[in-house]
Structure formats: structure tokens, C-alpha cells
């Protein structure tokens, strides 16, 4: 079997890692190579897997842990990838959560499976407002414990790219890529805008040639790690509604817009919130990543007489909360007008991170 590229793309919750896996993916395949994707999360139920599919995507999910505590379980979704269609690349997205993916996975692939595999540098997107403020010695509205999370992860990254570049101006851009490079000199800074296009072909030549992943290993507390993980509720759903006919655009966005309001009146920081809507073939993905001002949508499911709604929401309240929260919000706009039928649902608090491996050094 050839060799494959593996792609390993990771990031802090709500900084756009599924919207640049989908084009990176499309792009590739363009170029006439065959690629897959994995996605990871603690739970079932993802919408980035639904996301991916819907955009007739070979997707594999790693689900109930990261990637870190189930290397097996990740390493088996790369060899089913390679053997269905026979991939050229494979790029992977960890749980947002997730760090020491240099000890923990880049340094196991590059000693124990540097036959089959071609490990691309560790890129960690960030978002523009939360790297300032973590620059600037806060915690981007996050709880402490969640913010050393974030700082860990910036701090093993072989590429710092940051995204969502369209909210800012040439001179802001600028300014916050000195920054970061100040901050943290060993990482090569990029930037990217999926949303205008620019620079994604810039990042894909780099991780599809550069060899030289995990360049550094990161001292990691991992009772402040697990406690970061603890401090936000996590949810995964999926609903089917059927009842009138609606316009389930207009649904969407009342749905994520009467969610925030709720988070933000009771003062749950919010990690992040994504909800799709399929009606058939077609959807629209939402996404809340802090206050109300960070909703976004695209994509259009149009109007018909059912959906299938999947809603996943990392907050920082208990799970318990978060589910009383979610389930109130959706009763309260589907009152008599849908019958709805749960398919699956469930919500959790991440237990304490126990890797598989950890390496403590780097693999040449």
C-alpha cells in the first residue's frame, strides 16, 4: 500500500477547523488525489461528520474520546481510509479540546508507523479574538483552566494559522502576526481566510511537503488539562421534527439566536455551539462561538415539512444544565407545530485525558 500524507489539524473550540478541512479536501481532490477525513469528539452525533458526508466526503469518526486516549481507535480509522480509497491524504481533527498531540500522537505515528505514513507539521488555527486576548495575558472569556488548554496547544503547534483573517484589517492582521510570532518564535505564523479563499493553497503546500511534524513537546499539568475539559457541559443531538411546512433557515437562526441569549443572560461562557439542518441534500450549518455577535450561518435547507437536526454545544455549565437549556430552547420553538422523535442524545462531562502513549522526546 502507498504511503499517505496525514494531515493533522487542530484547534481551540469555534476557530473553523471543519470549514478548512471541507476546502483543503475539495481542493485536493481537484488536484486529482483521493483523500479522507477524520473527525474526533467525546461523543457521537457530530455535525462536522454530517457536514463532511453531506459534501460526499470519505469520513471516518473517532468518537467517545480524543484521538490521544483511543490512538488505536484512530490508527484503525487511518487504516480503513487508506484501504477504501486508497488515500493520498488523510487530514484529521482532533477534539477542540484537545492538546500534547505532540507527545501523544505525532511522535507514536512518526516511530511506530513511519512506513505507511508522510506526518505533515501540527497546524493549530486561531481565532483572531480569542488569540488577542490570550496574547494579551486573558483568558478569552473562558474559564482559566480552559484557557491553559488553548495556551498549550498554540505552544506545540508547528504552524499558528490564524483564521477568519476577513475580521480584520490589513494593518490588524499584521500587527496580531507580530504578536504571535513574539509569543511564540518556534511556530511558523500564517494566516488564512476560508471565507474569501485567500491562502488556502499557501497552507496546503506547506503541509503537504514540510516532514518536520511535532518539533517540540510541551510540559503539560495534566490536573489543570482534565479540569479544563471538566468545566464545560458537553452536548450531542440529533432530532427529527415533522409538522408544517417551515422555513428551516429562519428555524436555524432563531434556534442559535434564542440559545445564545439564554447562555448569555445566564453568564455560560459559551466554547462553542454548532447545529445543521438537513432537509435532503440540502443544509445549514450554524455556529456560536462566544457571545451572541459570533453567530454565523451558511448553506440554505429551504422550507419542506421535516428536518433532521443535529445540535452540538460545549458550554461552560454543568452537562445537566446544559441539557435542561438546549431541551427548553427547542421546545419552546417547536411547541404544536412539529412532532419530534429524539434519534440520539446525549450529554457529558469529559473524564480525566489518559493517552495511549506520551512520548517525552521528539522522534527524529
Known amino acids: 500500500m502507498k504511503t499517505t500524507r496525514l494531515i493533522l489539524a487542530g484547534s481551540f473550540l469555534g476557530a473553523g477547523k471543519t470549514t478548512l478541512l471541507w476546502e483543503a479536501a ?23 461528520s454530517a457536514l463532511l458526508t453531506l459534501n460526499n466526503l470519505q469520513v471516518a469518526e473517532v468518537s467517545g474520546s480524543c484521538f490521544c486516549c483511543n490512538f488505536n481507535g484512530f490508527t484503525d480509522s487511518i487504516q480503513q481510509i487508506r484501504k477504501d480509497v486508497s488515500a493520498d491524504v ?28 508522510l506526518v505533515a507539521p501540527l497546524t493549530v488555527l ?24 488553548y495556551r498549550k496547544q498554540l505552544e506545540e503547534s508547528d504552524i499558528i494559522l490564524i483564521s477568519k483573517t476577513d475580521l480584520l484589517t ?20 500564517r494566516t488564512i481566510s476560508v471565507t474569501r479563499g485567500t491562502s488556502v493553497d499557501e497552507w496546503l503546500e506547506e503541509v503537504c511537503t514540510r516532514n518536520d511534524a511535532g518539533k517540540r513537546i510541551v510540559d503539560m499539568d495534566y490536573d489543570i488539562y482534565a479540569n479544563g475539559e471538566a468545566v464545560l457541559g458537553w452536548l450531542n443531538g440529533t432530532l427529527h421534527l415533522k409538522g408544517e411546512n417551515t ?11 434564542h440559545l445564545s441569549a439564554r447562555f448569555d443572560n445566564e453568564n455560560y461562557p459559551v466554547g462553542h455551539v454548532k447545529i445543521i439542518s438537513e432537509n ?10 462566544g457571545n451572541r455577535d459570533t453567530l454565523s450561518l451558511r448553506g440554505s ?58 512520548f517525552t522526546e521528539v522522534v527524529a
Not at 26 to 48: F, H, K, S, Y
Not at 280 to 289: A, C, D, E, L, S
Not at 322 to 343: F, H, M, S
Open 26 to 48: 475539495r481542493r485536493l481532490m481537484e488536484q486529482g488525489l483521493n483523500v479522507g477525513l477524520i473527525t474526533n469528539d467525546q461523543a457521537p452525533e457530530l455535525v462536522d
Open 90 to 117: 488523510i487530514i484529521a481533527e482532533p477534539v477542540g479540546s484537545c492538546a500534547d498531540l505532540s507527545a501523544t500522537i505525532l511522535q507514536p505515528l512518526k516511530h511506530y508507523w513511519n512506513r505507511d505514513l
Open 301 to 358: 435547507a429551504g422550507e419542506s415539512e421535516e428536518i433532521r437536526l443535529i445540535v452540538n454545544a460545549r458550554v461552560e455549565t454543568s452537562p445537566e444544565n446544559l441539557d435542561k437549556i438546549v431541551r427548553e430552547t427547542i421546545d419552546e420553538l417547536v411547541e404544536n407545530k412539529y412532532t419530534p422523535e429524539v434519534i440520539a442524545w446525549r450529554y457529558l462531562q469529559p473524564g480525566r485525558p489518559q493517552p495511549t502513549h506520551r
Open 280 to 289: 435532503g441534500k440540502q443544509y445549514i450549518v450554524g455556529n456560536i462561538t
Open 126 to 149: 486561531a481565532d483572531p479574538t480569542r488569540l488577542q486576548s490570550i496574547l494579551a495575558g486573558e483568558n478569552a472569556d473562558l474559564h482559566p483552566d480552559a484557557a491553559y488548554i
Open 170 to 189: 490589513d494593518s490588524q492582521l499584521e500587527e496580531l502576526k507580530q504578536q504571535t510570532a513574539a509569543y511564540y518564535p518556534s511556530a511558523t505564523i
Open 247 to 257: 422555513d428551516w433557515d429562519i428555524f436555524t437562526r432563531q434556534l442559535l439566536t
